[in-house]
């Protein structure tokens, strides 16, 4: 094996533990901790060492094992280096580890025959280190938020930049927040309300959506060309454009502050982005399918509810995703045509508990991961389905 190789690798890869690992032991000063007592030394040598013994570690054992036990051994040591650090400390040392450790066994003996180029090596964990960078830019409001929801209104105000969790308090103390938003705030009702509304839009646009894309993708009538090439061309107006005349024209017809309102807005918006996706997906089928059902006596019905739905069955699992999420997180419209708090869809309950100065923020945060939660459990359980519904159809054939 090439030593310049070795070296090169070893140089550059603790360069990048080094930095992330000084970015989180920077930013857990904010709890309290001194920062003289971090050994940046040791963090630099420390990625010397694992880089190299990675190398050379038995291709034998299973790359989960190795990579579990260079972390756990790299936390230990650090462990007994600065044992006065809190648990959470050494949590988020040992997850930054697994993927730095992870990334160093995507190169073997092999890599190292030959001369190694520096470049690909920077830019590879360049990218590693962009990943866990902006992925924790992005994850900490929503640990923010999920960490504010567990503490009293005295905890906030004695240090507000404590972090951390007392996760041994009683469990009525420590879901208290939650148990406020339900009992005095209505939050169940919140709830009730904008279930219903996100699964009638999706229904109703499903509904609407799937024989019209069809017909667009397969149907010959005057005008295709012009509907199937402008069928977006709401989504170039802003929203804040069509709320007034909506706003005007739903108060004079008495559909203002209603959640049947809500579901005609959120179906006129999300279905014209339904369509463009299913039909996409609609003409990927072949023609002949629908042909030999055409021949065994199905009519245009038949030939949608029996070959095409079980076929699309991807690509509408995606799009009623798609509308799910939209019409939960929708609050432009809600909170213009929405006044009564009994109608009230959780995201305007949010606004509504904000505009009160003397809501505490703990309740704020809860109710805030109350919208968050069954939106996230539901993309990422249909996430796949997502995917490869997006995707579909981009190909024909």
Do not use: C
């Not at 959640?259 to 997906?281: C, D, E, H, K």
């Amino acid at each position: 094996m090439r030593v310049k190789s070795i070296i090169t690798f070893s140089l550059i890869s603790s360069f990048f533990l080094f930095s992330l690992i000084s970015i989180w032991k920077i930013l857990s000063t904010l709890q309290g901790i001194e920062l003289k007592t971090l050994n940046f030394n040791f963090y630099f040598l420390s990625g010397i060492i694992i880089s190299i013994i990675s190398i050379f570690l038995s291709e034998k054992l299973k790359k989960l094992f190795k990579v579990i036990l260079l972390a756990s051994v790299f936390v230990l040591v650090d462990y007994f280096i600065n044992s006065s650090l809190p648990i959470w400390h050494y949590i988020g040392t040992f997850l930054i580890l697994l993927f730095f450790v992870n990334k160093l066994f995507n190169y073997n003996k092999k890599h190292f025959s030959y001369d190694f180029s520096a470049q690909i090596i920077f830019f590879d964990f360049l990218t590693l280190f962009g990943i866990i960078f902006f992925s924790f830019v992005i994850l900490f409001p929503f640990y923010l938020m999920l960490v504010t929801s567990f503490k009293t209104q005295a905890l906030l105000l004695i240090n507000p930049l404590d972090f951390s969790v007392d996760l041994t308090q009683d469990i009525k103390i420590l879901f208290k927040s939650y148990i406020v938003v339900f009992t005095e705030y209505n939050f169940g009702k919140y709830m009730l309300n904008s279930s219903i509304v996100s699964v009638g839009t999706v229904i109703i646009t499903l509904l609407l959506g799937i024989p019209a894309a069809y017909a667009v993708a397969r149907l010959n009538f005057f005008g295709k060309h012009f509907l199937s090439t402008s069928i977006l061309i709401i989504y170039m107006f802003p929203a804040i454009v069509l709320v007034i005349p909506l706003y005007t024209v739903f108060s004079q017809l008495g559909l203002r502050n209603s959640v049947f309102g809500l579901l005609i807005i959120y179906t006129a918006t999300t279905l014209p982005v339904a369509i463009y996706m299913l039909q996409g997906y609609f003409k990927s089928i072949p023609k002949e399918l629908e042909e030999a059902g055409i021949m065994d006596g199905q009519n245009w019905f038949g030939i949608i509810v029996k070959i095409i739905l079980p076929l699309s069955l991807p690509a509408i699992a995606s799009v009623a995703l798609y509308v799910f999420m939209i019409a939960w997180n929708e609050f432009l419209f809600s909170l213009m045509f929405l006044d009564s708090p009994s109608s009230f869809t959780l995201s305007r309950a949010i606004q509504f508990l904000n505009v009160g100065a003397e809501t505490p923020r703990q309740y704020l945060m809860a109710g805030s991961v109350v919208v968050t939660l069954p939106i996230l459990f539901i993309f990422v359980y249909f996430e796949k389905y997502l995917v490869s519904g997006l995707t579909s159809g981009s190909v024909k054939g």
